[in-house]
Nanobody
Framework: QVQLVESGGGSVQAGGSLRLSCVAS????????MGWFRRAPEKEREVVAT???????TYADFTKGRFTISRDSAKDTLYLQMNSLMPEDTGMYYC??????????????????WGQGIQVTVSS
Protein backbone atom coordinates (compact mmCIF):
# COMPACT_ATOMS: atom_id res chain seq x y z
CA GLN A 1 0.00 0.00 0.00
CA VAL A 2 1.47 3.32 -1.11
CA GLN A 3 1.32 6.03 1.51
CA LEU A 4 2.29 9.68 1.29
CA VAL A 5 2.15 11.80 4.44
CA GLU A 6 2.68 15.55 4.35
CA SER A 7 3.85 17.75 7.18
CA GLY A 8 5.19 21.26 7.75
CA GLY A 9 2.18 23.34 6.84
CA GLY A 10 0.69 26.06 8.99
CA SER A 11 0.10 29.78 9.17
CA VAL A 12 2.65 32.42 8.29
CA GLN A 13 2.70 36.10 7.50
CA ALA A 14 3.37 37.37 4.00
CA GLY A 15 7.08 37.30 3.24
CA GLY A 16 7.65 34.33 5.51
CA SER A 17 8.81 30.81 4.73
CA LEU A 18 7.63 27.25 5.21
CA ARG A 19 9.12 23.90 4.34
CA LEU A 20 6.75 21.10 3.49
CA SER A 21 7.81 17.48 3.79
CA CYS A 22 6.27 14.32 2.37
CA VAL A 23 7.32 10.92 3.66
CA ALA A 24 6.69 8.06 1.26
CA SER A 25 6.27 4.37 2.04
CA UNK A 26 5.03 1.20 0.43
CA UNK A 27 6.97 1.40 -2.84
CA UNK A 28 10.36 2.09 -4.36
CA UNK A 29 10.05 5.83 -3.79
CA UNK A 30 13.32 6.79 -5.40
CA UNK A 31 12.24 5.52 -8.83
CA UNK A 32 9.06 7.62 -9.00
CA UNK A 33 8.28 11.05 -10.32
CA MET A 34 7.13 13.18 -7.39
CA GLY A 35 5.20 16.39 -7.31
CA TRP A 36 3.61 19.06 -5.17
CA PHE A 37 0.18 20.36 -6.04
CA ARG A 38 -2.09 22.86 -4.39
CA ARG A 39 -5.74 23.84 -4.35
CA ALA A 40 -6.60 27.38 -3.43
CA PRO A 41 -10.09 28.15 -2.14
CA GLU A 42 -12.66 27.89 -4.95
CA LYS A 43 -10.00 26.97 -7.50
CA GLU A 44 -8.93 23.79 -9.26
CA ARG A 45 -5.98 21.75 -8.09
CA GLU A 46 -2.81 22.87 -9.86
CA VAL A 47 0.79 21.80 -10.09
CA VAL A 48 3.39 23.62 -8.00
CA ALA A 49 6.53 21.65 -8.92
CA THR A 50 7.68 18.19 -9.95
CA UNK A 51 10.94 16.28 -9.64
CA UNK A 52 11.96 13.10 -11.43
CA UNK A 53 14.17 10.21 -10.45
CA UNK A 54 17.16 11.82 -12.18
CA UNK A 55 16.52 15.14 -10.45
CA UNK A 56 14.93 17.04 -13.30
CA UNK A 57 12.55 19.68 -11.99
CA THR A 58 9.65 21.69 -13.34
CA TYR A 59 8.01 24.66 -11.64
CA ALA A 60 4.77 26.51 -12.13
CA ASP A 61 5.24 30.10 -13.26
CA PHE A 62 3.74 31.48 -10.06
CA THR A 63 6.61 30.07 -8.00
CA LYS A 64 8.90 32.63 -9.70
CA GLY A 65 12.03 31.31 -8.02
CA ARG A 66 10.43 31.44 -4.58
CA PHE A 67 9.89 27.69 -4.20
CA THR A 68 12.37 24.82 -4.38
CA ILE A 69 11.46 21.15 -4.71
CA SER A 70 13.94 18.50 -3.61
CA ARG A 71 14.05 14.88 -2.58
CA ASP A 72 16.11 12.74 -0.23
CA SER A 73 15.90 9.16 -1.45
CA ALA A 74 17.74 7.85 1.61
CA LYS A 75 14.94 9.21 3.79
CA ASP A 76 12.12 8.54 1.30
CA THR A 77 11.18 12.18 1.69
CA LEU A 78 10.10 14.92 -0.68
CA TYR A 79 10.45 18.59 0.24
CA LEU A 80 9.08 21.93 -0.85
CA GLN A 81 10.88 24.99 0.44
CA MET A 82 8.63 28.01 0.09
CA ASN A 83 10.06 31.51 0.56
CA SER A 84 8.59 34.98 0.13
CA LEU A 85 5.11 33.58 0.66
CA MET A 86 2.15 35.64 -0.46
CA PRO A 87 -1.52 35.51 0.58
CA GLU A 88 -2.38 33.99 -2.80
CA ASP A 89 -0.23 30.98 -1.86
CA THR A 90 -2.88 30.02 0.67
CA GLY A 91 -4.42 26.60 0.07
CA MET A 92 -4.19 22.87 0.57
CA TYR A 93 -0.88 21.43 -0.57
CA TYR A 94 -0.65 17.84 -1.74
CA CYS A 95 2.22 15.46 -2.33
CA UNK A 96 1.78 13.11 -5.29
CA UNK A 97 3.65 10.27 -6.98
CA UNK A 98 3.68 8.90 -10.52
CA UNK A 99 5.38 5.53 -11.10
CA UNK A 100 7.70 6.74 -13.86
CA UNK A 101 11.37 7.77 -13.75
CA UNK A 102 10.96 11.08 -15.58
CA UNK A 103 7.99 13.34 -14.95
CA UNK A 104 5.95 13.53 -18.13
CA UNK A 105 2.86 15.39 -17.02
CA UNK A 106 1.86 18.38 -14.92
CA UNK A 107 -1.78 17.34 -14.81
CA UNK A 108 -3.09 16.08 -11.46
CA UNK A 109 -4.89 13.21 -13.17
CA UNK A 110 -1.51 11.89 -14.31
CA UNK A 111 -0.37 11.16 -10.78
CA UNK A 112 -1.45 7.87 -9.27
CA UNK A 113 -0.85 8.36 -5.56
CA TRP A 114 -1.75 11.24 -3.30
CA GLY A 115 -1.26 12.39 0.25
CA GLN A 116 -4.09 13.72 2.38
CA GLY A 117 -2.96 17.28 1.96
CA ILE A 118 -1.82 19.93 4.38
CA GLN A 119 -3.05 23.47 4.89
CA VAL A 120 -0.88 26.51 4.21
CA THR A 121 -2.28 29.89 5.22
CA VAL A 122 -0.49 33.14 4.43
CA SER A 123 -1.84 36.31 6.00
CA SER A 124 -1.20 39.83 4.77
Amino acid sequence: QVQLVESGGGSVQAGGSLRLSCVASGYTYSRYCMGWFRRAPEKEREVVATIGYYGGTTYADFTKGRFTISRDSAKDTLYLQMNSLMPEDTGMYYCAADPVLRCTTLVPAGFHYWGQGIQVTVSS
